[in-house]
């Protein structure tokens, strides 16, 4: 009989483990930790520098819900405990990432820190069933194990590879809860383009229009159509069938003009800019990019800044194969934000991604699979995190 049952070793359920006090078992049906560990390329984006009410601000709508979580545990709580695994950290444009180090180093240590604190973990044995009578009784594909609370920390729908299922909202339905339809978000672009063919790996850094918002940052050639950070940021404002504009060089009609002319040729104006293999597959597209631009019509002048600074692309959204988060699951209508208590089903808490807040790319999701986590392990009879 435990105090508490975790199910899902991601990023919420280890952070709630790593504060549990008394009998705790952390079961995941997977090796703990996957996601977190390649997450941000590896390096963990953990959080970011935006203040407080531009954070709960970029959980569009939700993000008032955090505002407790983040009241016990934030960015500084969250960096002074990575500091006391004796982790460094470094800032990229408010991104904080893990320095000199990665996310298979940040949870191994989530793992030693919660052994030390004789926590269960049991991996690779997967949670099939719960039931709540007296106590909350969980059945796994090996065993039947019995608990006073249970938390439900198995994440979203995004990347089955990684261990994403649908078993959490399962399970929490047969609990009675109700689900904000799961949907993929932060996510790449599934489009094929003859401007983008064979640049798969190549990044650059672009501006995107979307009617009165401008992106800007790296985007990812891929094998399937674009990723990269402005990408992923982008996505989070469109929907499909949306026209976006590329602007591949950053420059302004004025500026193109201007430059132009002094460059002499399209190809020389570029050549600093794009990388060859994608100048390669733009002169398909102007086979006059090498011509002095005095021979060059101004109908395909016009036509070459269309194509360089203002390309349109039909959004076609990536599916959950593809997202890194997901939007929508727990209804937060039936959750105590002050505990991410169950309104319904008493002793029954949630926390992460399986709650109807996503974030965009930025930090913003494992800091809120952090807070929650925390914020859960302190209803559960625990050490407060200043102890530690
Ligand atoms: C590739 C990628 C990179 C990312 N990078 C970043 C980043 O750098 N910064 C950032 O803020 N966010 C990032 N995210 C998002 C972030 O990783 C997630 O929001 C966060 O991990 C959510 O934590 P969670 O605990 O809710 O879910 P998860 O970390 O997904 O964990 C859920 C766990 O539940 C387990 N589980 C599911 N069903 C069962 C079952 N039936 N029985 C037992 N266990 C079960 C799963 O195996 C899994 O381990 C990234 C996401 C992806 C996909």
Redesign the pocket.
């Known amino acids: 009989m435990y105090n508490a049952i975790i ?9 709630c483990a790593c504060f549990c006090k008394g009998k705790t078992l952390l ?4 090796s ?5 560990s ?4 590896e ?5 970011n520098l935006a203040d407080l009410n531009e954070f709960l601000k970029a959980y569009v709508p939700n993000g008032e819900f955090l505002r407790d979580a983040f009241k016990i545990f934030f960015r500084d709580d969250l960096l002074r405990f990575i500091n006391t695994l004796n982790l460094d950290i470094e800032v990229e444009n408010n991104k904080v ?1 893990l320095k000199n180090s990665n996310g298979k180093i940040l949870v191994n240590k989530l793992k030693n820190f919660i052994l030390n604190r004789n926590i269960h973990l049991v991996e690779n ?4 069933k719960i039931e709540k009578k007296e106590t909350f009784i969980v059945y ?1 594909s090996r065993n039947i194990y019995k608990s006073k609370n249970l938390v439900i ?4 729908l ?2 089955k590879k ?4 649908a ?2 909202y399962m ?1 929490a339905k047969s609990l009675g809860h109700t689900i904000i339809p799961p949907k993929p978000f ?1 996510t790449p672009f599934c489009i094929k383009d003859s401007l983008f063919e064979n640049l798969s790996g190549i990044s650059l850094y672009v501006q995107i229009k979307y009617k009165n918002k401008i992106f800007s940052g790296d985007m990812l050639f891929t094998h399937f159509g674009l990723s990269g950070p402005v990408i992923l940021e982008a996505s989070c404002f469109v929907k499909n069938c949306d026209i976006i504009n590329i602007n591949f060089l950053g420059k302004n009609k004025d500026i193109f003009f201007k430059e132009l002319e002094k460059a002499k040729s399209i190809k020389l104006l570029i050549k600093d800019y794009l990388p060859k293999r994608f100048i390669n597959n733009i002169s398909k597209k102007i086979p006059f990019i090498e011509k002095n631009i005095n021979q060059v019509s101004k109908k395909n002048i016009h036509f070459a800044f269309e194509l360089l600074c203002n390309y349109k692309i039909n959004v076609k959204l990536c599916g959950f194969d593809r ?3 997901t939007k929508g699951g727990i209804n937060l209508k039936e959750v105590d934000p002050k505990s991410c208590s169950s309104k319904l089903v008493s002793n029954l808490f949630f ?4 709650l109807d807040i996503a ?1 965009p ?9 952090f807070s929650t ?1 925390y914020l859960v392990s302190q209803k559960l009879g625990n050490l407060p995190f200043t102890n530690i």
Request: net charge positive.
């Open positions: 199910v899902g070793a991601g990023t919420s359920g280890l952070a079961i995941d049906k997977q703990a930790g996957k996601k977190l390649i997450a941000g390329n390096r963990v984006n953990l959080t990432f044995e997967k949670v099939i796994t920390a198995t994440g979203g995004a990347r990684l261990g994403a299922s078993d959490g399970f932060e997202a890194f988060v926390c992460g991604e399986i974030g790319i930025g930090g913003f999701n494992i800091q809120a699979a986590g």
